[in-house]
């Protein structure tokens, strides 16, 4: 497998973008082919026997915390060196190939030596977001028995209440910090540097993923020793990463985009990675560290860069700021036009799921074709197409369908296994051939990919379909709007109505008048059937811990307030109450 990383090293490091996107064509269509291996361990075979044999004094890792400005960094010697004591030290406690381990730690470096122990010893990962609550932690230790445990100590006694209340009894508890019955990530120094690498089978389960819940329990997504390692060189190659890149992904280790970019897309190439260590998102300082580290390849969250857009940039040099991508929910236009004035560097948008790796995506070789608001053209690892409603695939220009990944001439690499101990959601989703992402899209003639939206969240309107994101990038183009969450409402004559939840900029104050004005804007942006016939301005809305916004219990909120028929939002306005817009569209 060694060669396959090399390719993508040296693909990666291309100059011309046009042969670029013929070799990575290519690329794939050998990868896609390929006889996967009986046995493939990615921390020995790659990490240990190509990055650090070949560049074991450069950087892996350069750790900051924001706040303090405490910096930290490790070689790719030193990275694997300190893997190898965790797994050390777990496989002393009895911790072996199959078990699993809770990992609920913040930005700190032990996040990336403790996820490197897992992928070498085949120890199941499991990312734990460290806001979950008392009730979510005894879900999954219900759903999933816990074999060892590492946390900070701020969240020992949350998982020892979780614990006890499931009766579980890890062989191991690992702290950063100290705790009595825990042992101290410290104490791990003592351990071996050096550790073999298990016997991972191809198809052995190395990561289980909780999703974030955004239309109801969480589910266990299962991704296996080839699926992620390989499966992320999608990943690798979406985002550009070059060798001599310094990549910074902001996201939280207890989600599967911190392993999609924090750690499997810079260190499958041997490039240097970096984390920077926050409680709370200060912009500036946040800016500060990614500038003063040169980061080269910035990976965001369509939250991150709303709060970026907004700040003064003057006092900042990016000239070292080769590559800027979102990823997590579609960007509105808007936003990406912003960045670009502030930066001169253009977001490229693409898109993935818990349960893939980089599906869909502006790939570095559309550089200067891109079109705002479109998330690219499918990576080559993966067959993807959209089907209607009745299964059938969509053949018209601009019609929105069901995201789907053809299975029957490749299955893609980088697809999940299973949703573990779910058959019947693997039912619903694996249908005739086709993987359905759960999610609504549309391609123009020119073959640019549009999303729609979750296929829970399209709008059904008189006898339309609207997608929420167009509503949202539309009023996101008005300059008082700072974030919008758009969901259809009940109503009796057209079924659903098109309402918007506005969040609005720092200085600006809700008003009938600005409704107004957000009202008049739309009318020229959008068709009649689009246009929001309710806009309430709010303060928040509800988003799932990884930050994507969860328009279900923006719908179930109303739902419940028609249900209670209860008074109207102090700040809701709506579109036939203006006077004004009688002689626009209706």
Known sequence: MENFYREVMALNMMEDNEQKGVVAKAFFEKLNHLEVPEYFNWAGEIFDDLHVKERGDKDALIWVDIHTKESK?????????????????????????????????????????????????????????????????????QTYEPTCVIAAETFTDLI?????????????????????????????????????PADTKSNDTIFCFFTSGTTGLPKRVGHTAFSYPVGHLSTSVMAGIRTDDIHHNLSAPGWAKWAW????????????????????LDGKAYMECLTSYK?????????????FINLDMSGFDFSHLRQSIGAGEPLNPEVITRWEKLTGTYIRDFYGQTESTAMIGNAPWMKGKMRKGSFGAPSYMYDVTLVDDDGKEVTEADEPGHI????????????????????????????????????????????????????????????????????????????????????????????????????????????R????????????????????????????VPKTLSGKIRRVELRER????????????????????FPELSSRKK
Request: proline share 5%.
């Open 404 to 511: 789907v990944v053809r299975l029957d001439r490749w299955r893609a690499i980088g697809l999940f296994t299973e949703y573990i101990g779910n058959p019947e959601k693997m039912a619903g989703v694996f249908i005739d051939n086709y993987y359905y992402t759960g999610d609504r899209g549309s391609i123009d003639q020119d073959g640019y990919w549009w999303f729609v939206g979750r296929s829970d969240d399209v709008i059904k309107s008189s006898d339309y379909r609207v997608g929420p994101f167009e509503v949202e990038s539309a009023l996101m183009e008005h300059d008082a709007a700072a974030e919008v969450a758009v969901v259809g409402v009940p109503d009796e004559k057209r079924h659903q109505l098109v309402k918007a939840f506005v969040i609005l900029k720092q200085g600006r104050e809700p008003s």
């Open 160 to 196: 020892d209440e979780a614990l006890k209340l499931t009766k579980s009894q890890p062989k191991i508890k690992i702290v950063l910090g100290s705790k009595p019955g825990w042992v101290s990530y410290s104490d791990l120094s003592a351990e071996s540097g050096a550790a073999e």
């Open 295 to 307: 980061v080269s390849v910035f990976c965001a969250p369509p939250t991150a860069w709303r709060v």
């Open 558 to 577: 109303e739902i419940e307030r028609q249900q209670k028929q209860g008074d109207s939002p102090v700040q809701e306005y709506y579109y036939w109450d």
């Open 261 to 280: 970019s924090s750690f499997f897309a810079p260190l499958n190439v041997g490039a240097t990675g970096t984390g920077f260590n926050f409680t709370a």
């Open 513 to 540: 008048e600005l409704a107004l004005d957000m009202f008049k804007h739309t009318i020229e942006i959008l068709a009649k059937f689009k246009i929001p016939r309710i806009i309430e301005f709010v303060t928040e």
């Open 73 to 141: 960094s490790y070689t790719y010697k030193q990275f694997a060196e300190n893997g190898n004591k965790c797994l050390n030290r777990l496989r002393k406690a009895g911790v072996g190939k199959g078990d699993n381990l809770y990992m609920m730690v913040p930005i700190v470096p032990e996040t990336w030596f403790s996820t490197y122990a897992c992928v070498k010893g085949g120890i199941v990962n499991v990312p734990t977001a460290t806001t979950m609550t008392l009730r979510e932690m005894e879900f999954r230790f």
